[in-house]
């Protein structure tokens, strides 16, 4: 099933997500229709609140986007950081919930994280480079957190018009998405 993608603006993606009890959810079903979603959406991760689920779960598959990364195709289920490294790195990022939009964030060079799978097997890995920018960035989507966040007060005001066209539904995309319910 391919779900719609939850545009900026819509409250879900400013709240933190609640974590996901085991039995509670069947995270096998939901992991692949994430990841089907994902693939239409033309993504390398898709978190629960950009379906609209507030839940703690995200997919990511970032082999299309590099060549060292031809085994990051995973679920994560209640995911923490652990350790972030003290080394940043500048990157552009972009995110499915806000088309049109891409702006370099800074973060931790190398991260090692805890998470369990769609058996419910709990791993701890590290990761670095741009499979450590993909966690992070579905990461804080859990928490709350946007790229845009990331920006200087000086950069969103200057595309405040766009974001705020993004949240009316006045973008043009190829893939299916719910914006924000106005009153």
């Known amino acids: 099933m391919i779900y719609p993608i939850v545009a900026y603006g819509d409250p879900i993606l400013k709240k933190p997500a609640s974590d996901i009890e085991k039995g509670s959810v069947d995270v096998k079903k939901l992991s692949d229709d994430m990841f089907e979603t994902m693939y239409a959406s033309h993504g390398v991760g898709l978190a629960g609140p ?74 701890i890995e590290e990761y670095d480079g741009i499979a450590a920018r993909i966690f992070q960035h579905e990461y804080d989507h859990l928490e709350g957190i946007l790229f845009v966040d990331y920006m200087s007060g000086l950069r969103k005001n200057l595309l405040k018009g766009k974001l705020s066209n993004i949240s009316k539904g006045k973008v043009t995309v190829d893939y299916k998405m719910k914006f924000p319910v106005r009153k």
């Open 50 to 123: 950009q379906i609209n689920k507030s839940l703690r779960i995200f997919v990511a598959d970032g082999s299309g986007l590099d060549e060292s990364l031809t085994d990051f195709k995973k679920t994560f289920i209640n995911p923490e950081i652990l350790i972030e490294s003290e080394e940043e790195w500048e990157y552009e990022e972009g995110c499915l919930s806000i088309p049109g939009i891409r702006s370099t964030v800074t973060r931790p060079e190398s991260i090692k994280v805890k998470y369990f799978d769609t058996d419910w097997n709990e791993h």
